[in-house]
């Protein structure tokens, strides 16, 4: 079983629309992540969440919302997306705080034209 | 100036030789120094940890840490060709927050 999973895998969208990125872990992590890597392969945090309590990168977009349903699962919902969204998306979870190590998922390639 | 700083190479070694990593960070509160390594086209997974001062050894791998300089390095002996990918060094520093350096690409030729 993949520990962190992520769907979908690939995602091609045209500018303006509105996505989401699916992310599940079976691992019993209480925290989750999402990053962002770009061309550059600069991996940048994007949120942290950890038991309802959810940590903002400030250069984030608010166009860009994540949503957990429960403790498993973290979505990743984005708003009239822009060309400079394009990129890697990955998700991540650890233990249970911020200083463990992380677990990261496949990522999502998304291409926006 | 960045938070977290490697060179991004790319840094060529002969098989069997040691590999050298260096990574740099500008928060002196800075308390876990983690190295990730990332091949083409996959996701990051964990290398190493360390959290104090002196060497931490596991395998063909060390990790240095001194807290003083700021300077955080990995080392991998008898490099492998599959050895090669890019290194991530990554730091969580006092304001909760785990920030990476921008990685350096090693290759290890047969």
């Known amino acids: 079983d993949t520990a962190v999973s992520q769907t979908p895998k690939y995602l091609v969208t045209q500018m303006g629309n509105d996505k989401s990125i699916k992310c599940e872990q079976n691992?019993?992590?209480?925290?989750m992540y999402w990053y962002k890597q770009d061309s550059k392969k600069f991996l940048k945090i994007m949120f942290s969440?950890?038991?309802?309590?959810?940590?903002i990168n400030e250069t984030v977009p608010n166009r860009f919302s994540p949503k957990s349903p429960d403790k498993a699962h973290l979505n990743l919902h984005i708003n009239s997306l822009e060309l400079g969204d394009s990129a890697v998306y990955f998700c991540?979870?650890?233990?249970?705080?911020?200083?463990?190590?992380?677990?990261f998922g496949p990522g999502t390639r998304l291409l926006v034209l | 100036q960045k938070e977290v700083e490697q060179n991004s190479g790319p840094l060529s070694v002969p098989e069997g030789a040691i590999a050298s990593l260096n990574c740099t960070y500008s928060?002196?509160?800075?308390?876990?120094f983690f190295w990730y390594r990332q091949y083409s086209g996959k996701s990051p997974e964990l290398i190493m940890f360390?959290?104090?001062?002196g060497d931490k050894e596991d395998g063909r791998f060390t990790a240095q840490l001194n807290k003083a300089s700021q300077y955080v390095s990995l080392l991998i002996r008898d490099s492998q060709p599959s050895d090669s990918a890019t290194y991530l060094c990554?730091?969580?520093?006092?304001?909760?927050?785990?920030?990476f350096g921008g990685g350096t690409r090693l290759m290890v030729k047969p």
């Open positions: 360390i959290y104090s001062n």
């Open positions: 991540a979870s650890s233990p249970s705080g911020f200083r463990e190590t992380q677990y």
């Open positions: 990554a730091v969580f520093n006092a304001g909760n927050m785990l920030t």
């Open positions: 969440y950890n038991n309802k309590e959810l940590i």
């Open positions: 928060d002196r509160g800075s308390q876990s």
């Open positions: 691992l019993g992590h209480d925290t």
